[in-house]
């Protein structure tokens, strides 16, 4: 297996608060790695060092092998310039979506292909048109994204990070802002995406998702991977007592026998 | 009392040329002071804490001193600091410039600042620079919103450049002053004048209307 993304000792503070304190993760190629953890224990953190959306204090990133960034006298440094390139290469989906609501649904989706990757307006489109379909929502192209509802504009924030061919996908709780009705929808195309192979992070608090569609489970609390493994085994029979607590914070969703 | 307008409007072409002088100024002010009130927002803006101060000292400043004292300052005091000559064209569209580019400094941050942060993290997550997020995502937002505030301000520097009949600049109001001379007619003239004001205050204020309007219908409002 290869291995897509490789976090190595990252630490991550803002002024005196640490936030991260020393995580190490491998994800490998068409792996979907799911990211569990109470609120405030740094799972969003962690997600948007990887694609530099913070800038880690400490530690390193490497991307299809390769470390990001350039290392004088043992710290790094980096160029906005090769960020720019780094995050063009790496999906992310937020929570509160982030469309632009001054642009119609393809052209969010054919924004970054233009301007970012450079690729001509009849190619960004076509393109664009496959990630819709692929979204289930190619009918809604011409449309603006008020117009749409929460799950379909998630599901269009998916075809948009998609559309940059990313080489992996970042998704932090995707589904939270979403009425309840709406989550199946979009956990729907995450596992199509999974089932396709893409290799996809993703903090979500669906146990539902995790246990069916993850390869592997992590579990962060207070900035550090507390435990990590199978899905099936992590989420029925937790090692620490403070995993457990916090899956049984989460009852209302019950696991398969 | 009785009205004569016949001896105004013989020559009537001198308030004419004051118009065009008028729409001059305010013209090139517009032209400079918008770009130049951008870069003053976004310095101030800047994370970067030296530059975020002294835009901040500058829009301040050329917000809260009366601009008839800046436009002499510019006028007669800066020729004797540096050596330049002023014509009081260059000293008026130079203080109007900068000026009103405080304002629209302001009017500016204040729209940018509007924008949710999110609309910058959904640009850089697909690998927009920030000059990119800025142009593509942030300012078509943002002027959106800002179109009545900039329009009132482009309304008040109209009327502010009255004042460059001061350093005896040929705009509306000058020529006004040497008509109602010339005529002994003043209460025709000073009439006139408002009237005209007032048609340009009123037609800039419909232009302002149509283009807010042009610009809901092309789309969604901006709710997210
Ligand atoms: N930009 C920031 N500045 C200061 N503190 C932050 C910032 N972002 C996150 N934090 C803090 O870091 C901690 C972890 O936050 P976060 O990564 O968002 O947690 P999670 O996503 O697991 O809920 C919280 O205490 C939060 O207040
Ligand atoms: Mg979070």
Redesign the interface.
């Known amino acids: 297996m290869t291995e897509i993304v490789r976090i190595e000792n990252l630490h991550k503070s803002f002024d005196n608060l640490e936030v991260l304190k020393g995580i190490d993760l491998t994800v490998n190629s068409g792996e979907t790695v799911v990211l569990l953890g109470s609120s405030g224990s740094g799972k969003s953190t962690m997600l948007r060092c990887v694609?530099f959306?913070e800038i880690p204090t400490s530690g390193k990133i490497y991307l299809n092998g390769d470390l990001v960034g350039n290392e004088r006298s043992g710290k790094m440094t980096y160029r906005?310039?090769e960020l720019?390139?780094?995050?063009?290469?790496i999906?992310?989906v937020?929570q509160?979506?982030?469309?632009?609501?001054?642009m119609?649904v393809i052209e969010n989706v054919m924004?970054?292909q233009v301007?970012?990757?450079g690729r001509s307006k009849s190619e960004a489109r076509e393109k664009a048109m496959a990630q819709l379909e692929r979204v289930g929502l190619a009918e809604k192209a011409e449309e603006?994204?008020?117009?749409l509802s929460g799950g379909q504009?998630q599901r269009v924030?998916i075809a948009?990070?998609l559309a940059?061919d990313p080489e992996v996908m970042l998704f932090d709780e995707v589904t939270s802002a979403l009425d309840p009705e709406l989550v199946g929808e979009v956990l729907k195309s995450m596992r199509q995406l999974a089932e396709e192979g893409m290799t996809m992070l993703c903090v979500t608090h669906e146990l539902g998702f995790a246990y069916h569609v993850a390869n592997r489970v992590l579990f962060l609390n207070d900035g550090a991977i507390l435990e990590e493994g199978e899905p099936q085994k992590i989420l029925k029979t937790p090692k620490t007592d403070r995993m457990r607590e916090f899956l049984e914070g989460h009852s209302l969703f019950k696991l398969p026998d | 009392m009785e009205w004569n307008f016949l001896a105004v409007l013989n020559d009537i072409d001198l308030l004419f040329l004051g118009l065009v002088n008028t729409l001059k100024v305010t013209g090139l002010a517009l032209f400079f002071g918008v770009p130049l009130g951008l870069v003053l927002a976004l310095s101030r803006l800047s994370t970067f804490k030296p530059l975020s101060a002294v835009a901040g000292f500058i829009v301040e400043f050329f917000r809260t001193t009366p601009p008839l004292v800046q436009l002499f300052w510019f006028f007669f005091a800066l020729p004797i600091l540096i050596d330049v000559s002023m014509t009081p064209l260059i000293a008026a569209v130079v203080t109007f410039s900068i000026q009103s580019s405080a304002f629209f400094a302001e009017i500016f941050r204040s729209g940018i600042q509007s924008i949710d942060k999110g609309q910058w993290e959904g640009a850089k997550a697909i690998g927009m620079t920030y000059s990119q997020s800025l142009s593509r995502i942030i300012l078509p937002q943002a002027v959106k919103r800002m179109i009545p505030a900039f329009m009132e301000r482009s309304i008040e520097l109209l009327k502010t450049t009255t004042l460059v009949s001061t350093v005896a600049y040929a705009d509306l109001m000058f020529q006004a002053n040497e008509l109602a001379q010339k005529t002994f007619r003043p209460l025709e003239v000073y009439t006139i004048v408002a009237v005209i004001y007032l048609v340009l205050i009123f037609l800039c204020s419909q232009f302002s209307i149509w283009v807010e309007h042009r610009l809901a219908k092309s789309g969604e409002g901006t709710v997210r």
């Open positions: 694609n959306m906005e310039s720019c390139a780094l995050r063009s290469r999906g992310m937020f509160h979506f982030n469309l632009f609501p001054h119609t924004e970054g301007i970012v990757l603006y994204p008020a117009r504009k924030a948009r990070a940059m």
